[in-house]
């Protein structure tokens, strides 16, 4: 099941494009997804829900109150790197579009309206992209391991630290204690 995130501040397209994803075959090649769609009709929300659950693709509306798309996209990706992200927008704006591309490296920039077909595509593309490459960084870690590259800790490390970001890090004391309060200071 392949978990997207919604958002765009007009309920009408949210509405829209839950419907459309709830009827229309999201196939990509061989590969077919079931789609399983949170909307959210503000960035502040759909930010929130990121912070907690974990999502396969990002598709935002470009032009937003208090927060743009790229904006939104840029603080989705620091949350999820790994997650695919798309931008639908009703303005063509090839500067939006650049900062797009070089600040948040989208899928895809859709215009609206959007074309049901291409847009199923784009988001059957982008879904098997992000399926390719984690397979990928999984042969390369297999690879890195078998060459003496790496470890299983180091490997283990890296998937604790994808799923949540700081867990690794420890902070001893001198007396060879874990600091929870890295700003504390034992006397002694």
Request: charged letters at 25%; one cysteine or more.
């Amino acid at each position: 099941m392949s978990r997207i995130l919604l958002v765009d501040d007009e309920d009408s397209i949210l509405k829209s494009l839950q419907r459309l994803l709830r009827v229309a075959p999201c196939a990509y090649g061989n590969q077919t997804f079931k789609l399983e769609v949170h909307a959210f009709n503000t960035p502040a929300a759909a930010l929130e829900s990121a912070r907690h659950e974990e999502y396969d693709l990002f598709v935002s509306d470009y032009r937003m109150p208090l927060m743009d798309g790229i904006e939104f996209l840029k603080a989705a990706k620091a949350l999820q790197p790994d997650a695919a992200r798309l931008i639908l927008s009703g303005y063509a704006d090839l500067n939006a579009l650049l900062r797009a591309v070089n600040e948040v490296g989208i899928e895809r920039f859709i215009a609206k309206p959007w074309n049901d077909y291409e847009l199923m595509s784009a988001i059957a593309q982008a879904l098997a992209h992000r399926e390719l490459l984690l397979e990928n960084r999984q042969l390369a870690n297999l690879v890195r391991l078998e060459m003496g590259d790496t470890t299983p800790e180091e490997l283990e490390a890296q998937r604790l630290e994808a799923i949540e970001p700081g867990i690794t890090e420890v902070n001893w004391g001198p007396d060879g204690s874990v600091l929870l309060d890295p700003e504390f200071q034992p006397r002694g």
